[in-house]
């Protein structure tokens, strides 16, 4: 399973760079073509970090799952379905700001919510039904427990958020972008907080090996 997840992400986050496509540049045009490809590199660096950091999830998730079945396998790769429909809605954004038609900023940032809410969801149904079935993990996942429960809900949370610009997309584009990136953003603080409550779990265990 990690093996083929870490080959989707690395595939992924190697396409995203594909969409700098060359072009016929006349001398002193430069700047030019910088200037239109604006929206290309803040879309591409926005879709790295949020691919990368979806794969920083995965990796350090599965590092407590010592098995898996059916269900298991079958969440994973709606995970991955999810996270590959990311380099389309980039895609579709870029043409929509490059444009700057209105409009097409708009659907462009609702269809990137709902691939962003979709991966939070699919996030999210992993992480419960891991929580429902203990079997499938190590024992040191156990530790984790006692202070898991103050980022249980972080996927929630994203799905919020996403929401939330997508709704803002009725009366404002800018607000509406703005909250997409906060929600990109919340999404590697949720990661740091996994992390956080991974190290701490470490740390109280070796403390009580040690005793």
């Given at each position: 399973?990690n ?37 290309l ?17 995965h ?13 298991l ?35 462009a ?38 202070h ?32 997409l ?31």
């Amino acid at each position: 399973m990690n093996a083929l997840s870490d080959g989707v992400f690395a595939i992924l986050l190697t396409i995203l760079i594909l969409e700098f496509q060359p072009e016929t540049i006349k001398p002193g045009s430069l700047n030019q073509v910088v200037l239109h490809q604006t929206p290309l590199f803040l879309m591409y660096i926005l879709s790295y970090f949020y691919v990368g950091t979806s794969w920083l999830f995965h990796h350090d998730y599965f590092q407590y799952v010592k098995r898996t079945n059916r269900t298991l396998n079958v969440l994973n790769l709606l995970v991955l379905f999810a996270v590959t429909l990311v380099n389309y809605a980039m895609v579709l954004l870029i043409e929509a700001l490059s444009d700057g038609n209105t409009s097409d900023i708009r659907l462009a940032f609702i269809v990137y919510d709902l691939v962003a809410l979709l991966i939070s969801f699919s996030f999210l149904l992993l992480y419960r039904y891991l929580e429902h079935h203990p079997e499938l993990q190590t024992v040191e996942r156990s530790g984790i427990t006692s202070h898991y429960e103050r980022i249980r809900l972080d996927p929630a949370r994203s799905v919020s958020i996403y929401l939330l610009s997508m709704i803002a997309t009725s009366f404002s584009n800018l607000i509406a972008g703005i909250l997409l990136v906060a929600g990109v953003v919340f999404h590697f603080i949720a990661y740091l907080r996994f992390s956080r409550v991974v190290h701490i779990a470490t740390n109280e265990k070796t403390d009580n090996l040690t005793k």
